[in-house]
């Protein structure tokens, strides 16, 4: 069982930066794959970037060049460094780990972190 904790969130302006935090606890959080997702209102969920468990990144093609997703094994942490923000980025952000084991599949959600980018 991994639990998640997204913090970082908040109101930035256009063009402006943020840093959102996915803290876990429980479980071999180095073995999963961690991503990033956002849900704006009205909208599906969508993926934003993720890191496998060997560090291998990939980024949606809409936040490519200005978001970057790094992980800290050691301190059960992934990060989501965002910059240039647009307004288009506003949406609930959401952690996600998840890994296939035995034939299993094991997937977590955090509880989702508010990022409202406006002048």
């Known amino acids: 069982q991994v639990q998640l904790v997204e913090s970082g969130g908040g109101l930035v302006q256009p063009g402006g930066s943020l840093r959102l935090s996915c803290a876990a606890s429980?479980?071999?959080?180095?073995?999963?794959?961690v991503g990033w997702y956002r849900q704006a209102p009205g909208k599906q969920r969508e993926l934003v970037a993720y890191?496998?468990?060997?560090?291998?990144?990939n980024y949606a093609d809409s936040v490519k060049g200005r978001f970057t997703i790094s992980r800290d094994n050691a301190k059960n942490m992934v990060a989501l460094q965002m910059n240039s923000l647009k307004p288009e980025d506003t949406a609930v952000y959401y952690c996600?780990?998840?890994?296939?084991?035995?034939?299993?599949?094991?997937?977590?959600w955090g509880q989702g972190t508010q990022v409202t980018v406006s002048s």
């Open positions: 429980g479980g071999s959080f180095r073995l999963y794959t």
């Open positions: 996600n780990a998840n890994r296939d084991f035995l034939g299993k599949k094991y997937d977590y």
């Open positions: 890191i496998t468990s060997g560090g291998s990144t």
